[in-house]
Nanobody
Framework: QVQLVESGGGLVQSGESLRLSCSAS????????MGWYRQAPGKQREVVAT???????WYADSVKGRFTISTDNAEFMVFLQMNNLKPEDTAVYYC????????WGQGTQVTVAS
């Protein structure tokens, strides 16, 4: 069974933090590079952070220094620690392989109020 389940979003004030979690099925997670993506209203989905199976990370310039991606390989989990959130971070956040598979979860809404 293929599964991606994101959680942890919410409504926060500018400058606050959130930690997103993603539970992935083994067949999507094992030995794969993973990533967090986001889609704001009226915009295309974009990748914000990726992590290789070896632990190497990459961040979009817009989140560099504020977001941290990590994994729990034993539990097939991917996390995104988001600090110093800004209103422009408002979006639905998704996790997936990198590059993304054709399977997408429902995402988790992050709303940052100014």
């Amino acid at each position: 069974q293929v599964q991606l389940v994101e959680s942890g979003g919410g409504l926060v004030q500018s400058g606050e933090s959130l930690r997103l979690s993603c539970s992935a099925s083994r067949n999507l997670f094992a030995f794969a590079n993973m990533g967090w993506y986001r889609q704001a209203p009226g915009k295309q989905r974009e990748v914000v952070a990726t992590i290789t199976s070896g632990g190497g990370t990459w961040y979009a310039d817009s989140v560099k220094g504020r977001f941290t991606i990590s994994t729990d390989n034993a539990e097939f989990m991917v996390f995104l620690q988001m600090n110093n959130l800004k209103p422009e971070d408002t979006a639905v956040y998704y996790c997936n392989q990198n590059p993304p598979s054709r399977y997408w979860g429902q995402g988790t809404q992050v709303t940052v109020a100014s």
